[in-house]
Every structure is written in C-alpha cells, then in structure tokens.
C-alpha cells in the first residue's frame, strides 16, 4: 500500500507541469503530503510544517519511507490516542490511521483527475490501485 502511495503521487508530480492551473495542482499534491507529515508525528520524531513548507519530491519519499518504517516495526493494534479541540478524547488503532493516511492520497488524485479532466487534458496519469499491483509480463 506504501508503495503504491508513492508510485500513484510521483506520477502527479510529474504530470504537474501539463496543468494550466499548476499551482491548484501542487496545493492538492502537497495537501496529500502534508497529511502524511501531519499524522507521522503521532509515531515518528518527525517535525510537521504546514503544507507549503514541504517539498514533495524530497519529503514525499521521506515520509513514506518512515510510514513503511512504522508499518514494520510498531504494533498495528496499538491505540493511539489524543485530545482535539474542547479537550474531546479521540482514538485510532495505528493499522485504522495508516489506512486513513493512504486511502486519503487517493482520494485526493481522484480530485488531481477532475481537475485535469476540468481543463481538458487526456493524457492524465492512471494511479488506479490496481495498475500498480498488475503484474506485467
């Protein structure tokens, strides 16, 4: 699922160029990567800086590569808790959050789609899932 993670946005990246609205583009590639940065620093030491901040060809691999640390090495039943907004308790089992961070990627290229659909290009990555897990002989 990582893997896929980085395969389907390191496409977006390098699509981003054939945008005519290239800096809304980049808003919604390096939302994706922000929400990586932001959740990380629930289980990693890693510094959270707003979403302009980030650099997605070198911080998208980073992060990825410590999501893929935490997947390996962390129990992914482990109850991860915090306290949001009026002091309200929340709580996410690690494997519930790591499928949220992931699957909102997705989300969010199906958005990169429309927007280049929105412009008329057709020559727009395909990162649907199962591109990246067919096995090409």
């Known amino acids: 699922m990582i893997d ?3 395969w389907a946005n390191e496409a977006w990246i390098n699509y981003l160029p054939k945008f005519e609205n290239r800096k809304r583009a980049k808003e919604i ?3 994706i990567v922000g929400c990586h940065s932001g959740w990380i620093t629930s289980v990693d030491d890693w510094k ?3 979403d302009e901040e980030l650099e997605l060809e070198r911080d998208l691999p ?3 590569r410590r999501w893929k640390n935490v997947v390996q090495t962390r129990d992914l039943d482990e ?3 915090w306290n949001q ?4 308790s929340r709580s996410v089992l690690l494997h519930e959050l790591v499928h949220h961070v992931m699957n909102h990627g997705t989300y969010h290229r199906g958005h990169l789609r429309g927007l280049a659909e929105s ?3 057709k020559d727009f990555p395909e990162t649907d899932s199962v591109g990246f897990f067919i096995k090409r002989d």
């Open 4 to 6: 896929y993670e980085l």
């Open 29 to 31: 590639l390096l939302h």
């Open 48 to 50: 959270d800086v707003p």
């Open 62 to 64: 980073e992060l990825l």
């Open 79 to 81: 109850v991860l808790k």
């Open 85 to 88: 907004g009026k002091g309200q």
């Open 119 to 121: 412009e008329g290009l």
